[in-house]
């Protein structure tokens, strides 16, 4: 790697990238105990703002109290995406439709900006086994398509996960090996989308990690001409970089081409930064740095050490695509401004605090008792406190 022409050795290399205010489409917040670490890398970025977005799961219902309790301390520097609330659904699935639709206009009154989506994750779809496109969800889109409210949807993975010999082994551990017959293919979600776009074509959608279509840049273009309100974000997806490295020419005329519809992301998680511990901040910041540095530099570069592993073996570095001040303006900024606004929506205190409580009573009786560790409870304290402050 001694012929790279960029290495990251320390976050100060940071600054040396462009000066544009940066806001980070889609990190992850599950974790009240995180905010200082997600406001240290904003910081060191710098960022402007994040769009906070959380995910729904079997245990914890979902992290929307965090995402509130993080707005009413940083009112100004963070939108926030929500998470839907599916015990409900399972538990009346016949009502999906005007169940999830009324969640998104109560999301929408709390001062939510946006939702994100997992359910067009194969992982996911095992536990909520509805179609993106399935008559459960049509009162959910059009409830957004109504509100104007964006969505971040994460429909499809790297097709790697579906292949045998492909799937590299940290995907593996993670449940994410796809090929076993019981999981629904690549193809399927990606038509289940386009369904979806075809029938509400006002819905403003970002579809995470670049839809999963950098291998095919091709089918990326038809889809963002046949949908205008369709944007991609750029969060990796390690893929991505090897894919738009080995077909170069190609990726940067595809980056100039649409560079109205693509939103700058790192999918930085409250979680990841727990795992790595006393280097969370530090690894998360690489990983701002290897979008930033693809997005601003010409030349090969490394993956910074903790990222190594996104590499394929038969590449020696990613070379960036050395984009104008002009585009990265739009990708970096203006192009997430359009659709979620110009600074993030006012909160509803007291519609805040009723979802909140609401949701620490939910998870005690999930738990059959008082819950040790109800987030939600930890986050109306955190709340509660913020707004005790201002009076
Ligand atoms: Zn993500």
């Known amino acids: ?86 015990g409900p659904v399972l538990a009346d699935p016949e009502h999906m439709s005007d169940i999830l639709a009324a969640q998104v206009y109560a999301l929408k009154a709390i001062g939510f900006d946006g939702l994100k989506m997992t359910e067009g994750k194969p992982t996911k779809r095992k536990w909520l086994p509805f179609p993106l496109d399935a008559p459960g969800y049509t009162g959910l889109w059009a409830a957004l398509e109504e509100l104007g409210m964006p ?97 170069y020419d190609h990726s940067r005329d595809f980056f100039l081409h649409h560079q109205d519809r693509l939103i700058h992301a790192t999918d930085t998680t409250t979680g990841g930064i727990g795992r790595d511990g006393d280097r969370g901040v530090e690894r998360a910041l ?14 090969v570069f490394a993956p910074p050490e903790g990222l190594r592993r996104w590499l394929e073996p038969d590449l020696r570095g990613w070379r960036g695509i050395a984009l104008s001040r002009e585009v990265l303006t739009r990708i970096y900024r203006t192009n997430l401004e359009r659709i979620y606004g110009p600074a993030p929506a006012p909160l509803d205190r007291e519609a805040a605090l009723v979802l909140v409580r609401q949701m620490a009573v939910a998870l005690d009786a999930q738990a ?24």
């Open 1 to 86: 790697m001694t012929n790279t022409t960029t290495t990251r050795e320390n976050r100060t290399n940071l600054a040396r990238l462009t000066d544009i205010p940066v806001i980070d489409g889609h990190v992850h917040f599950n974790h009240l105990a995180r905010m200082d670490d997600i406001m240290a890398i904003m910081e060191a970025g710098p960022v402007l703002r994040t769009n906070l977005v959380c995910t729904p799961n079997p245990g914890s219902i979902n992290h929307n109290p965090a995402l509130i309790a993080f707005k009413a301390r940083f009112p100004d520097r963070a939108y926030i995406s929500g998470a839907l609330d599916y």
């Open 151 to 247: 969505v971040v949807l994460h429909a499809g993975d790297p097709e790697a996960y579906w292949d045998a010999e492909r799937c590299p082994s940290r995907a593996r551990a993670r449940g994410w090996y796809y090929g076993d017959g019981t999981f629904p293919l690549k193809e399927e979600l990606h038509a289940e989308v386009e369904h979806v776009l075809a029938r509400h074509p006002r819905l403003k959608v970002t579809l995470a990690h670049f839809g999963f279509l950098s291998a095919d840049l091709e089918r990326a273009s038809r889809l963002l001409d046949a949908h205008p309100n369709l944007c991609f974000d750029l969060a990796p997806g390690s893929e991505m970089y090897n894919n738009f490295t080995r077909d």
């Open 286 to 299: 690489d990983r701002v740095w290897v979008v930033r540095t693809f997005l601003e530099t010409d030349g």
């Open 368 to 391: 059959g008792g008082m819950m040790a560790d109800n987030h939600a409870r930890q986050a109306l304290t955190c709340i509660s406190g913020v707004f005790l402050g201002e009076g």
